[in-house]
């Protein structure tokens, strides 16, 4: 176990979970989503938003680009202010698929020791908006990874969408595909 990420402790953020659905999972709401005003720069969408991508394609990309999508989730599993057990589990199993190298290997594991919530990626670290679009899909599988989707963790999608530049119909395709992905 990791200790807690350091962060402010917000007294409301107790015991204040959303109302889950009557299967017992949470499911992130793609209503709450903002659209964000068109970027400078015009940017493709992703070719067909309902396709889950796997996480395999990303071992051919930049090794940068692999540690932007492994901290992303890390800083999305620490957003609720708790690192839990299987949100660990799938940090690992994200290390092995990705094939970091070792020094890489050692960032993460040294950000998840020190508990210090990684910075959110841009879209100009990101430049492929098909990628952006994936790692956001990943931050929201790992929002939903302990059953219960905290407000925090609500929050810090909404505003990791709006930094990578995301067409708001891309986001929710991506919040649908993760819902799916862990089984909503």
Do not use: W
């Not at 620490?78 to 799938?90: K, L, N, P, T």
């Not at 931050?139 to 929050?155: C, F, I």
């Amino acid at each position: 176990m990791h200790p807690a990420p350091t962060r402010e402790p917000s007294s409301s953020r107790a015991h204040h979970r959303p109302a889950s659905p009557r299967d017992g999972r949470s499911r992130l709401a793609t209503s709450d989503m903002r659209p964000r005003p068109p970027a400078s720069e015009a940017r493709g969408r992703a070719s067909d938003p309902d396709a889950p991508l796997s996480d395999g394609f990303m071992v051919n990309r930049p090794e940068a680009e692999r540690l932007c999508l492994i901290e992303t989730v890390i800083a999305t599993a620490m957003s609720d202010g708790h690192v839990a057990a299987i949100e660990e589990r799938r940090i690992d199993q994200l290390v092995r698929i990705l094939r970091l190298d070792s020094r890489s290997r050692q960032q993460v594991y040294a950000t998840l020791r020190a508990g210090v919530m990684p910075p959110l990626p841009t879209a100009d670290e990101l430049p492929d908006y098909d990628i952006r679009v994936h790692v956001f899909e990943q931050a929201a599988v790992m929002a939903l990874a302990d059953g219960v989707v905290h407000p925090d963790e609500q929050r810090h999608l909404r505003e990791l969408a709006m930094v990578l530049e995301l067409d708001i119909e891309d986001a929710k395709h991506a919040l649908r595909r993760a819902n799916f992905a862990a089984g909503g």
